[in-house]
């Protein structure tokens, strides 16, 4: 079955990165479109950033020239680096993924916090 297991979260000062990974397994990694989403608590889960599985990119507003989305097709792997980081920038983010000519993401990781916080 398709797995999604993302790692990399953590506690970080205002200003600060972070690299996340999201390791898939049980499907053929190259023809899935991969995005990360985020939710913060009381707040509604919210796109971050998408990577088609040609390698197109796309950014939400809030974290456009700060955060950067990539995958490594050899290694069944999507990551989100995060630089310049807010405290705004604080939620669960997780990982998904959709075969890429579906208009819906089907498959999700269970969630890495990541704590923006001085």
């Known amino acids: 079955q398709v797995q999604l297991v993302e790692s990399g979260g953590g506690l970080v000062q205002p200003g600060g990165s972070l690299r996340l990974f999201c390791a898939a397994s049980?499907?053929?990694?190259?023809?899935?479109?991969m995005g990360w989403y985020r939710q913060a608590p009381g707040k509604q889960r919210e796109l971050v950033a998408t990577?088609?599985?040609?390698?197109?990119?796309n950014y939400a507003d809030p974290v456009k020239g700060r955060f950067t989305i990539s995958r490594d097709n050899a290694k069944n792997t999507v990551y989100l680096q995060m630089n310049s980081l807010k405290p705004e920038d604080t939620a669960v983010y997780y990982c998904?993924?959709?075969?890429?000519?579906?208009?819906?993401?089907?498959?999700w990781g269970q969630g890495t916090q990541v704590t923006v916080s001085s």
């Open positions: 049980g499907l053929t990694f190259g023809n899935y479109a």
């Open positions: 990577i088609t599985s040609s390698g197109s990119t």
């Open positions: 998904a993924a959709k075969w890429y000519s579906s208009s819906k993401y089907n498959y």
